[in-house]
């Protein structure tokens, strides 16, 4: 009964809201995965901010649309002292919370609300710390937040302080970031005085360009333009996200016009959608690496010309070509060429399967029969792992080793991925966060081993180099220091570096203004839709 | 009679007992780690692993996290999804209309076409229609309802274009949910269109559920009516000269009806792990794909409370089944 | 699925010319020997696979990707049913696939009505507590949707075609041993068994070798089922991924690989189904023969 008159009263507020009537402009866009919740910040999933921090909130700093500079959001203007440990942010004035049938603000953004918003992730005697039981917080902890902040200062209603206990470049970008979200603090204390803590994350109040509407479990999310968004009002009336975990369905969805965008199309199905006269496909290069890791710790893999060899008994043109479709290129270095630092002059391990079985003899090694690990699930920068471990099986038999190929559920496909005696090479990738190269060298360092270090490799002479590019802040220099490692990397050859892989996103021709993100995330602020 | 309904119930106590038993220890045999799934992604420190540990139990001995599941079921609290925070007996009530209605109206398919057919495939036994019949329903029974399922999508949405590919109805129809049953809720909406609509994105999924069903009432209704037409009273029935239609409606289909309402309840098993596949290809959202993702996913709590709801509705549909057939079976009653 | 085996009455007692009598009947009926044949094909096409199938069933033909079968447009001689998305010959690997398809039908009923059968006689030997106990167990495993306890089972197991086989073993299995009960308990106050048991005949031998060979009819129908079943299970656990893993060609291994292609490509995702309606069909065209041959009512109409 409760859930029907919640029903009901959204119904009115959404009739409400800006005329959904007859000639109301709806997109609708077909996600491939449904937000675990609304509170921007527990989460960490690209289906996840979709769906809160990019549609419903802002932030006090916004990254620039397509870009990962940054902006001016919440913050009209902000101060950093000389010692870089004291950040003020002066707050733009009269913004204003989104009003609902479930919520009516009082009073516009202050202060208030961006301590509470840091604080519900920080403080563990706050009761929205736990409100979600086994909340760990993890981006803002991920980010060393916890260890970084001092305290945040009330100045006056519309400046707020981040003391800090150490400098750190990167404060600002991070403040970008989807769980530094903006919520509503007298929201949370009116849920708090009702004992409904829950319902912060089920029916979300932000900032952002589109209020929350309507959420059917696993099928459709609905959301409506924001009248009172400080940034202008959108173009269209309504948001709808049609949750479609397939991406074939996903595909023939919008060639039958149930939605106008989708995302991440399976590499078969692009020809067909671009060849479709009602629809355009956009593309850019993915910041992205798909590799595959051998375990260097363990014989023979312990020997790079071992690991070369393997390298070179693997076509991987024919991967780009049978699991890619062609939608991206042969990885040669562990960063993509669009990145500054690319050494361009690296030349791949050429594909020789006669060469490789005579390293390998020359190695003594012989019979060998390894495994090859698969992620299962699809990533961009590695759309069917378990297509590509079938390939890399054919090649390796070519050169007389035999291959297992290996699976688990994808949580614990990582945590034995990273077991120091892990039998066998392993599948995985990287999506860039910023656009720095470390962010990728990271990958491949000492203290990586055991997290994100999968070849389990520590090589003095990259570690030097990695340690020394982190170090400096002259970009000339820093290109040199990584065109150096990336020299050492292909030698040692700790990785198989297989491809950087194109992102796609398919639309209809009447969708107007929809700009891809260089991190993969998908905002619909600005978009139009063409009658 | 009520010693029968009584001695039923008392065989269901220890079934349930061992069914939560069986559902808990699924569960914690499962590899993996709940404190991890729950963390996410980017993983958790170890000071807080432990917190949590502490906090959700899992460091209790097992007996004792056992008895306190228990004593939360009985008070209907079906625990926490791990991934999505929300209580899991909200997610299935919230999902479990859309399974619901998939399978009713597989069903009601499954018997308004299935009983018809076996009834006239035994009345003109050996004919045509009789092979025709009895050959599609074995066809139908043999089939990996998968791969019909992929295929009515090609035929139907792919080349043909007729119905929608995923989905209950269609995004341009917002009502409230009176009942869960979008055929019933459309209807209440009053909105124009959106009953057809709703019925174009069922049609699909209730065809690839009810084919196996459908199959097995007919070949039933088919051989049970054999057998009664063969019995003296039918013969005599026939004998005395009573029109061919009586006998058939009213002697030989009343008490063949016996056997085919215990296959119908029977098939609510099937049912169930039909919707699983079918669920899965047309994306639809209900209980059956929920427990897909959830086994994928690792979300411990789900899959035990699920696993457990979903045992417990079979079990109901079964006494239910089985108190109906001792109404219409007078033996049973006297016993 | 297991309603079928309901109409089974445990009747057949062996006797001379029985199995020309059975043969008789059976040969009546014009399903079951389509059936028949069918599934001896098939045999043999599993048995020599390795003579009959064109190409090795993972070679990768990395030129001819996604290759239509020969009378579609592009089609070549070389690859009959085109080639799947590595490259792979979909005909080669269909007939390979058929030995998959056998040998777990096989081991899965081998499991089901060994471990059915002794429960089954168990239970119904002794009763008591021993069948209240044994039966309850059964009544928990049928409480759970088959699919659904086989997804769980093989989740804990870890996916692979041997833990699927065992999972779908586990859940058929509730069936034999409610027939072998059932079949027992109707035996073994028969005179014939009284008179064994006069005779001295011990428990071992009394269940085994007196009372067992009289319940087969009724195992025998629904081992032929379990059979169907076992690959259309297999098949549904390969679909969802969690059954035998990639490459090894089982039919619904590769349909879930196939599924990706059902716009583009629809051959990948028809043949494979094909194969798998092919085989459970036959299997079940003999199921059918078999219960009409072991059962007196239906002969005598």
Not at chain 1, 292 to 310: C, G, H, I, Q, S
Not at chain 2, 294 to 313: C, F, H, T
Not at chain 3, 156 to 166: S, V
Request: charged residues 20%.
């Amino acid at each position: 009964m409760i859930k029907m008159l919640t029903f009901a009263a959204a119904l009115a507020a959404a009739t409400a809201l800006g005329g959904v009537a007859a000639n109301a402009k709806t997109l609708v866009y077909c996600s491939e995965a449904s937000p675990a919740g609304f509170d921007p910040s527990p989460w960490s999933g690209g289906n996840d901010f979709d769906a809160s921090s990019r549609t419903i909130y802002s932030r006090l700093v916004e990254f620039e649309h397509g870009k990962t500079s940054i902006m001016p959001g919440l913050a009209e203007s902000w101060t950093v002292s000389d010692d870089g440990l004291e950040y003020t942010f002066k707050l733009r004035p009269g913004v204003k919370f989104q009003t609902t049938d479930y919520f009516t603000p009082t009073r516009d953004l202050n202060a208030d609300d961006v301590i509470f918003s840091f604080e519900r992730q920080w403080k563990k005697d706050s009761p929205w710390y736990d409100y979600l039981p086994g909340t760990g917080w993890e981006y803002f902890t991920g980010m060393g937040f916890p260890d970084l902040l001092k305290e945040i200062v009330k100045v006056d209603d519309l400046t707020v302080k981040f003391v800090l206990n150490k400098p750190e470049v990167a404060f600002l970008p991070d403040l970008g970031m989807d769980f530094a979200s903006i919520v509503s603090k007298e929201y949370a204390d009116q849920l708090e005085k009702d004992g409904n803590l829950q319902q912060f994350t089920q029916k979300p109040i932000g900032t952002g360009p589109f209020q929350f509407v309507d959420y059917q479990v696993d099928a459709v999310i609905r959301y409506a333009a924001w009248d009172g968004y400080f940034g202008g009002r959108q173009k269209i009336d309504d948001l709808i996200f049609a949750i479609t975990p397939d991406p074939a369905v996903r595909a023939q969805k919008l060639k039958a016009g149930e939605c106008h965008i989708m995302s991440y199309p399976a590499p078969a199905d692009i020809a067909g959608l671009q060849a479709d006269d009602n629809l355009k496909v956009e593309e850019q290069e993915g910041l992205n690496i798909g590799y595959m890791a051998y375990n260097t710790t363990v014989a023979p893999f312990d020997k790079a010309e071992v690991r070369k060899a393997l390298n070179m008994a693997v076509n991987k043109q024919a991967i780009i070509d049978a699991v890619y479709q062609g939608a991206g290129q042969v990885a040669v270095n562990p960063i993509p060429p669009t990145m500054w630092g690319y050494n361009k002059d690296v030349k791949d391990d050429a594909y020789d399967p006669e060469a490789a079985k005579k390293m390998l003899e020359e190695a003594g090694v012989k019979d060998l029969s390894m495994k090859i690990w698969a992620m299962p699930v699809s990533r961009p920068y590695n759309p069917n792992a378990q297509r590509v471990a079938e390939m890399i099986q054919a090649d390796y038999a070519k050169v007389g080793v035999k291959a297992d190929i290996v699976s688990y559920e994808w949580t614990e496909y990582r945590e034995r991925g990273k077991q120091k005696d892990r039998d066998g090479a392993f599948q995985l990738g990287w999506t860039g966060d910023n656009g720095d190269p470390d962010n990728f060298f990271f990958l491949l360092g000492c203290d990586a081993i055991g997290q994100s270090n999968y070849a389990i490799w520590c090589n003095k002479e990259f570690e030097d180099l990695l340690q020394k590019g982190k170090a400096t802040t002259d970009q000339a220099e820093r290109t040199k220091i990584y065109e150096e490692a990336q020299v050492v990397v292909k030698r040692e050859a700790p990785w198989l570096t297989i491809a950087h892989s194109k992102v796609f996103m398919p639309m209809s021709k009447k969708v107007e203004g929809f700009v891809m993100d260089p991190l993969g995330i998908h905002r619909f602020d600005g978009v139009d839709i063409a009658e | 009679m009520f010693r029968y309904i009584l001695h039923k119930l008392a065989l269901i106590v220890p079934t349930i007992f061992g069914i939560t038993l069986a559902a808990f220890a699924f569960v914690r045999l499962l590899p993996g780690d709940p404190i991890l799934a729950m963390a996410g992604e980017r993983g958790v420190s170890p000071e807080r692993y432990a917190e949590l540990l502490e906090r959700f139990g899992y460091n209790r001995p097992i007996w004792v996290q056992y008895f306190e599941y228990i004593g939360n079921v009985l008070h209907g609290d079906f625990g926490i999804s791990l991934a999505t925070k929300r209580p899991v007996i909200g997610e299935f009530l919230a999902l479990f209309p859309a399974t619901l209605e998939l399978a009713t109206v597989a069903m009601l398919l499954a018997i308004i076409i299935g009983i018809p057919a076996g009834i006239f495939a035994a009345v003109k036994r050996g004919s045509w229609f009789d092979q025709i019949t009895m050959g599609a329903a074995l066809t139908g029974y043999s089939m990996p309802i998968f791969w019909w399922g992929l295929l009515l999508i090609i035929f139907f949405s792919g080349t043909l274009g007729w119905t929608p590919v995923s989905g209950r109805i269609g995004l341009q129809y917002f009502f409230p949910s009176v009942t869960g049953f979008m055929l019933i809720d459309s209807l209440l909406s009053g909105k124009s269109g959106a009953f057809s609509s709703a019925v174009s994105h069922l049609i699909l999924p209730a065809i690839v559920l009810a084919t196996i069903p459908l199959a097995v009432i007919a070949r039933q209704t088919r051989s049970a009516m054999l057998e009664v037409l063969g019995e003296d009273y039918v013969r005599t029935a026939r004998a005395k000269g009573l029109s061919p239609r009586r006998v058939i409606g009213i002697h030989a289909f009343r008490n063949a009806l016996i056997p085919v309402v215990t296959t119908i309840g029977l098939q609510v098993g099937t049912l169930m792990a039909g919707a699983i596949l079918t669920e899965t290809i047309f994306s639809w959202p209900g209980i059956g794909k929920w427990m897909i993702d959830s086994i994928g996913k690792r979300d411990y709590v789900v899959v035990q409370s699920g696993l457990l709801l979903i045992a417990l509705i079979v079990m109901a549909v079964n006494l239910v089944v089985d108190l109906l057939y001792a109404v219409i079976n007078p033996r049973i009653r006297v016993q | 699925m297991s309603t079928e085996t309901t109409a089974v009455p445990p009747k057949a007692t062996a006797r001379p010319g029985a199995v020309a009598e059975f043969w008789y009947y059976f040969s009546m009926n014009r399903g079951a020997v389509l059936g028949l044949v069918v599934f001896a094909l098939l045999v043999l096409v599993a048995i020599f696979a390795p003579l009959i199938a064109p190409h090795a069933p993972n070679e990768q033909y990395r030129d001819a990707l996604l290759t239509p079968p020969i009378w579609w447009e592009n089609g070549t001689a070389k690859f009959i049913l085109g080639t799947d998305a590595v490259g792979r010959d979909i005909l080669s690997r269909l007939i390979f696939g058929a030995r998959y398809s056998l040998f777990i039908g096989l081991v899965v009923v081998t499991f089901a009505l060994t471990s059915g059968i002794i429960l089954g006689v168990l239970a119904g030997y002794f009763g008591g507590w021993v069948d209240t106990l044994i039966m309850r167990i059964m009544d928990i495993i049928l409480s759970f949707p088959s699919l659904l306890l086989a997804l769980v089972l093989v989740a804990i197991l870890g996916p692979g075609l041997f833990n699927a086989m065992l999972a779908i073993a586990v859940v058929l299995q509730p069936h034999f041993a409610r027939l072998t009960r059932a079949a027992v308990m109707a035996e073994k106050n028969r005179e014939y068994v009284v008179s064994a048991r006069v005779a001295g005949a011990g428990h071992l031998r009394l269940m085994l070798v007196t009372i067992l060979p009289n319940c087969l009819a009724p195992l025998i129908v629904q081992a032929t089922l379990s059979f169907s079943n076992a690959i259309l299970e297999a098949a549904a656990l390969g679909f969802l991924g969690m059954g035998a893993q990639p490459p090894t060609p089982e039919w619904g291994t590769m349909l879930a690989a196939a599924r990706e292609f059902i716009l583009r490509a629809p051959w990948v995702v028809t043949f494979p189904g094909l194969a798998i309606l092919i085989t459970v069909l036959a299997i079940n065209l003999i199921g059918d023969g078999l219960r009409d041959a072991f059962d007196p009512k239906l002969k005598r109409s």
